[in-house]
């Protein structure tokens, strides 16, 4: 069983920053795509960003460009969110998800985490 697990979020200032981090356990052979996704009550789920085993990147959303950042750590199967300039509008919860995760060699499961609250307010 691989498991999930982001934290991180909370109640943020506009303008302020958070940091969230997104770690995998469980029976892990390789960890691939990793990506963060949020969504807001009411809304669809939308991908945030993107990051490779090889730590190639991508912002998918427009409206946070520039302002975040996602990067991982293979040594211990982590990717990060680094949120700053914070606006209201990215109220919303955030998962964490991995496509791909090879638990032995060509067998791969998607996983998803629980989510985290981020509330930008002041």
């Known amino acids: 069983q691989v498991q999930l697990v982001e934290s991180g979020g909370g109640l943020v200032q506009p303008g302020g920053s958070l940091r969230l981090s997104c770690a995998a356990s469980g029976s892990i052979f390789r960890v691939n795509l990793m990506a963060w996704y949020r969504q807001v009550p009411g809304k669809e789920r939308e991908l945030v960003a993107t990051?490779?085993?090889?730590?190639?990147?991508?912002i998918l959303l427009d409206s946070v460009k520039g302002r975040f950042t996602i990067s991982r750590d293979n040594a211990i199967y982590t990717a990060y969110l680094q949120m700053s300039s914070l606006k209201p509008e990215d109220t919303a919860v955030y998962y964490c998800n991995a496509p791909d995760v090879e638990i032995s060699r060509y067998r791969y499961l998607e996983v998803w985490g629980q989510g985290t609250l981020v509330n930008v307010s002041s």
């Open positions: 990051v490779r085993r090889d730590g190639a990147t991508t």
